[in-house]
């Protein structure tokens, strides 16, 4: 029916959907997850995501510095084939230095990726909330939510907006604050 290009050519369509499909679910769980494997490691670091959500600190500097180092490492990876290979840094030693650089930029955009989807929720569920709140409850959310440095002030802010929501019978934020596993609010 097709000739053997196009049938390449389909497969390699079907199987890419199919991987993008199943990592897509894992992604759309990884804040969660994130926050579960970094309280189970450090209760700091935990605090830190809370905090980061609450207080964003700027990144460029950091991210230009490492993107620079990654860069130049793989520019030496990456040599003219003329140089002589007895030369420093032989390729086998730079490949662990490039895994260990790339896995820590990957856990350093898990985690602020974690604390922009915790700002994200808190910012909906009040926006929900607003036209129900009194300005002195609305502001008092706010000042808490800048204020926060811990999983507990987290906790406690989560308690008030479901007390919020309920009071004033307020659905999808009661449902948001219900949930355990969705796509953005956790």
Request: hydrophobic share 50%.
């Amino acid at each position: 029916m097709f000739d053997s290009a196009t049938r390449k050519a389909l497969l390699i369509s079907v199987v890419g959907a199919a991987i993008f499909y199943v990592v897509e679910a894992l992604l759309r769980f990884m804040p969660s997850l994130v926050l579960r494997v970094v309280g189970a490691i450090s209760q700091g670091w935990t605090n830190a995501i809370f905090r980061d959500a609450a207080q964003p600190q700027p990144t460029e500097a950091f991210s230009i510095f490492t993107l620079s180092l990654l860069f130049v490492t793989v520019a030496i990876l990456l040599r003219a084939p003329g140089r002589s290979h007895d030369k420093w840094p032989p390729p086998s030693s730079v490949i662990p230095f490039v895994v260990i650089i790339g896995a820590a930029l990957l856990v350093f955009a898990l985690i602020r990726d974690t604390s922009a989807d915790l700002a994200h929720c808190f910012h909906f569920r009040v926006t929900v909330l607003a036209p129900h709140l009194s300005d002195r409850e609305s502001k008092e959310l706010a000042a808490s939510w800048t204020l926060m440095q811990s999983r507990a002030d987290y906790d406690a802010i989560r308690g008030r907006l479901k007390e919020y929501a309920e009071k004033y019978n307020v659905v999808p934020v009661i449902k948001s604050l219900e949930a355990t596993q969705q796509r953005r609010c956790i």
